[in-house]
């Protein structure tokens, strides 16, 4: 064991360093198998204090560090690169939920803290914690901060970055920023938390959070409609914004090949509703009054579209469980992708008056350039943030397929983007998957703004260097 590695044994304790080829290979992998990387070591610190001497070691040995949670990223962002001369920290020790101030409705954690967890402590208090999304039975509050992560809740309750009040950063030089204070209002100056929230990792380590809870929704009814266009989509869900406002809290849409994939993949998570529609929206409304009073809104609303000829069909969840095979059904999209094979994400949004056209002339395009090519779109409509994916046109070799076409896909749904004003990320972050394309996308004068905050809160490039901006 050579001499970083002993001073790293000291701090935290040799069981927690961990250098066995064996033992750190779940650690070098990312979820979609996109990144493999290699590591000096893993380590797996317990406390701030451990986390703020590791930094400093570092720092004086010249060590980059990998900040990691759950390693769900779709962005390759907590995956080390491939010198081998990096070190991995991931959270999986400072697990511990801190505090729940119910005056106060929030919640503070340690940054290690799955998401479910965290949704479940909070319920347990008769409080809803309401980031939601597919990973979260084992990505951390900590990545969720560090990637801004959005999930299907944004359009009532905002992203990660808007549900939390504070942090407790180790900053690169290995300070401790204690700014752990659950304030709604605050104007004193720069807005720290926010410049840390969505830099993952590369400008301060997260390691705990003071987030903000709502009370817990006594009624909850979800429906699956049937749509033809993405027009009429868009109209339905401007009339829930009307008719249900602040009780509208999901509006997912899927198109028809997404729900395909999803019941070749899982049959047992075939879409109830029949005849195939080209589009599929499921809908959330949740409220602190009775069951009687959402279910009559929610009736009324979809009677109001039947009339409009916004929607063909419709079927409301009688039960929990029923609403939850939905949930289920969204969810298993992505899964779906990865069972099929690699693919091609486009994590997107554009305005909701520019989606329309965006579709069809990306649509278009697309199918014009790669005949046979799957566009898998589905996603958050409420938020105008598309999953815009491709995969191979069937019975290709995704891989080869990927190896020959990705660049140009990938130029060809941003130059789309760009047209339509909208954002080549709208939730996953950069990482290293994007870290070429975001120039470009934010102009020259952005991207060297934010090139100056890297340098001038992370001088040496210790704080996963290569990811979101190179300096
Ligand atoms: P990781 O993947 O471990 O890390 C992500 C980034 O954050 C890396 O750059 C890492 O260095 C940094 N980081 C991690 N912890 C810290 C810390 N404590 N301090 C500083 N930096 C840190 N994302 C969405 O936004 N919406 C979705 O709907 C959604 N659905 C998903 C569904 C599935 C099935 C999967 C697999 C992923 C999904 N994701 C989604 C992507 C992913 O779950 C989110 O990006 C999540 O926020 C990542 O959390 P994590 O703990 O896994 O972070
Ligand atoms: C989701 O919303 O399910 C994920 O963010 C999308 C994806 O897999 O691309
Ligand atoms: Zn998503």
Redesign the pocket.
């Known amino acids: 064991m050579n001499d970083f590695l002993v001073q790293l044994a000291q701090i935290i304790g040799i069981q927690y360093v961990l250098t066995d080829h064996e033992d750190i290979a779940p650690y070098l992998t990312d ?1 979609r198998k996109r990144y493999t990387g290699k590591a000096l070591a893993v380590v797996l610190p317990r406390a701030t204090l451990e986390i703020a001497q590791i930094v400093s070691l570092c720092s004086s040995k010249g060590v980059s560090i ?9 962005c390759g ?2 995956t080390p690169d491939a010198s081998g001369n990096q070190i991995v920290l991931n ?1 999986k020790r400072m697990n511990s939920i801190l505090e729940i101030d119910a005056e106060n409705q929030t919640i503070t954690v340690e ?1 290690g803290c799955i998401l479910q967890n965290v949704q479940e402590a909070a319920a347990g208090k008769g409080f809803l914690f309401p980031l939601s ?3 979260e039975g084992s ?2 509050i ?3 901060l ?2 801004n ?4 809740n944004v359009l009532r309750y905002g992203n990660a970055r808007d549900l939390c009040l504070g942090l407790e950063v180790v900053t690169a030089k290995g300070d401790i920023w204690n700014g752990l204070k659950g304030l709604r209002k605050d104007n004193t100056g720069y807005d720290l938390r926010d410049l840390f929230v969505g830099s ?2 590369t400008l301060g ?2 390691t705990a959070a003071v987030m903000k809870l709502y009370p817990l929704p006594i009624s909850q009814w979800t429906t699956l409609v049937a749509t033809d266009d993405i027009h009429s989509t868009i109209s339905l869900l401007n009339l829930f914004q009307k008719r249900a406002t602040s009780l509208l809290t999901g509006f997912e849409m899927m198109t028809h090949e997404s729900l395909a994939l999803t019941e070749r993949h899982f049959p047992h998570m075939a879409n109830p509703i029949k005849g195939s529609p080209p589009y599929t929206v499921l809908i959330e409304l949740s409220d602190h009054e009775s069951e009687a009073h959402v279910r009559q809104l929610l009736e009324d609303v979809l009677q109001e579209a039947f009339e409009s000829n916004l929607i063909s069909d419709a079927i409301i969840a009688s039960n929990l469980s029923q609403a939850q095979g939905f949930w289920h059904m969204r969810e298993h999209i ?2 779906a992708q990865a069972e099929e094979g690699a693919n091609l994400k486009h994590d997107i949004t554009v305005p909701l008056s520019a989606l329309d056209g965006f579709i069809r002339e990306t649509d278009a395009l697309m199918k014009a350039a790669y005949p046979g090519v799957r566009i898998i779109n589905f996603g958050h409509l409420g938020d105008g943030n598309l999953h815009y994916n491709i995969a191979a046109p069937k019975g290709v070799d995704p891989k080869s397929f990927n190896l020959t076409n990705e660049k140009p896909i990938h130029e060809l749904v941003y130059a789309q983007v760009e047209r339509y004003k909208g954002s080549i990320s709208a ?3 950069v ?1 290293q998957l994007k870290l070429e394309g975001l120039r470009a996308h934010k102009g020259e004068v952005a991207h060297e703004l934010m090139k100056s905050i890297k340098t001038a809160l992370d001088p040496q490039n210790l704080l ?1 260097p290569h ?1 979101v901006v190179s300096i």
């Open positions: 979820w990998v900040p990691q949670g759950g390693h769900t990223g779709f962002g907590a959270f940054a999304l597919g990973a990505c951390m900590g990545g969720n560090a990637t992560a959005g999930g299907t993952e990792g380590i997260i992505t899964l939730e996953h972050g990482g996963n990811k």
